[in-house]
């Protein structure tokens, strides 16, 4: 291995690694199931790229069928991953091994053969049809900001950007593993690609303000918002928060709006968030004081 290609590679481990970290203390905090699957997406994608390096390192003549039967696994468990996060019937999800397996015999074949530019087209067609059930029917409609709205604006990027870098590669078949360097940079891009989802969930879920921080927000807020507040969260509409209050809708979102300001939030689940926090470190009869 040459050093510029151990240079990519230490690189490529190093963003790796902190992002599983990262994803990991998110997935702790909020325990969601979408987050586990994207965590063990991360971790198949990790062990794929040290398949590659070892390939490298001992200079195996034919790593392609390691590298090919090593992508399986991300054929396996993305799909996994983006139809619970796009809210895919239930029914498709049976399609997945059946895709893969299939995928799996066509590719040894064709390995086998030399055939691999064709190789290279097949899992471009294998891959669009394991994302096909996402756009059959409009998933699942989450709250503006919330952690599932924010992963999938990133997924939608990151699922274009790795079908033009895919698309790109085809002129370049016959290149891609003949020249070393070529080649470490393709599959350090290929790596790289999926980390884009998580990384901009990390940057927005993972560093939020603290519970002490949350408190002293809420006591910024005056005695109408807090009463307001407190009704956001027990989950009422702006026309019962007004009817209990005795002011009018349009009051009440003037308070929202800055309760939002003062708390630095932009939607009720962020609000709920923050005052589950908060409650940590007060009465439970007196969570906004």
Known sequence: MTVFNLIVWISVY???????????????????????LYLIVLFNI??????ITLSLIFRINNFIPIVVN?????????????????????KYFKN?????????????????YNR?????????????????????????????NSPEDTMQKATKITVTLFAVFFASLIPFSGQIFVIS??????????TLSFQIPGLAYCKKYLFKTSGTAGKNAFLSLSKRENEVALEIYNGLKYSEIAEKLFISVSAVKKHSFFIYKKLGVKNNLELMQLFMETQKNNTPNEPFS
């Open 14 to 36: 190093s963003i790796c690694l902190a992002h599983i970290t990262l994803f990991a203390f998110v997935y702790i905090k909020h325990r969601n199931r979408i987050e586990l």
């Open 46 to 51: 990790f062990l794929l790229a040290v398949i």
């Open 70 to 90: 090593g992508i399986l696994t991300l054929y396996a468990t993305l799909p996994v991953w983006g139809y619970c996060l796009f809210g895919v019937d239930k």
């Open 96 to 112: 997945i091994p059946l895709l893969v397996i299939t995928e799996a015999v066509i590719d040894n074949i064709l390995i086998a």
């Open 116 to 144: 691999l530019v064709i190789l290279y087209i097949l899992r471009i067609v294998f891959y669009v049809l394991l994302t096909i059930p996402i756009f059959i029917k409009k998933g699942n409609k989450y709250e503006k």
């Open 181 to 190: 360097f070529v080649a470490s940079l393709f599959w350090a891009v290929f």
